[in-house]
């Protein structure tokens, strides 16, 4: 029976790389994956995952206003070997993404596995982790660890002098330059380094 996983984690956790790792697995079992990232996400190339320790993958983007079971489906009668679906920066879908996702297993009976943070840079949830954490058949954490040593639950949003910044948009693309991730108590403390 196919399920919805949702792996989530503060930042610089490893999400893509074990996403990249999960994907090339079935790939390399004569399996296809379809791979999705938000279009929003501008770090790296458009239309690619890419993790921090140089493993990369073609990807689908999506915006807010994509139906991701109707993409999905397209794909399956495009390519019969459809055998699982990959969705990074999961934090970025909607509500009825989500719900779409699960139509994916319910229906399809495809595999999806997203990873996303669990919440911001304010310590509140993000739309599509929240109902990943409401509708997900199975829930993984992948640890990290704080500068202090302890594992890392929160994600700091930070200045150019490692100051915490405690008002602003939810979203607000970056990586290491922008944001820390840091245990509950150095979060509440603001303390960055």
Not at 33 to 47: C, E, K, M, N
Not at 164 to 173: C, H, L, N
């Amino acid at each position: 029976m196919a399920k919805l996983y949702f792996y989530y984690s503060a930042m610089n956790a490893g999400k893509s790389t074990i996403l990249l790792q999960a994907s090339y697995n079935y790939q390399e079992r004569g399996m296809d994956t379809v791979l999705f990232s938000p279009h929003i996400d501008t770090r790296y190339q458009s239309g690619k995952i890419c993790s921090r320790i140089g493993l990369s993958a073609k990807s689908h983007t999506f915006t807010d206003q994509d139906d991701l079971f109707a993409l999905v489906a397209h794909k399956k009668t495009e390519y019969s070997k459809i055998k699982s679906v990959f969705v990074d920066e999961a934090q970025f879908l909607r509500k009825q993404q989500v719900q779409q996702l699960s139509d994916v297993t319910d229906q399809l009976s495809i595999p999806v596995l997203a990873y996303g943070l669990r919440s911001d840079f304010l310590g509140e949830p993000f739309e599509g982790s929240l109902y990943l954490l409401i509708w997900a058949d199975e829930i993984h954490e992948i640890k990290t660890i704080c500068h202090c040593g302890a594992k890392a639950t929160m994600n700091m949003r930070v200045d150019q002098q490692a100051q915490k910044i405690v008002a602003g948009q939810q979203i607000e693309i970056g990586g290491n330059e922008r944001y820390v991730s840091v245990c509950r108590k150095h979060f509440k403390m603001g303390q960055a380094r």
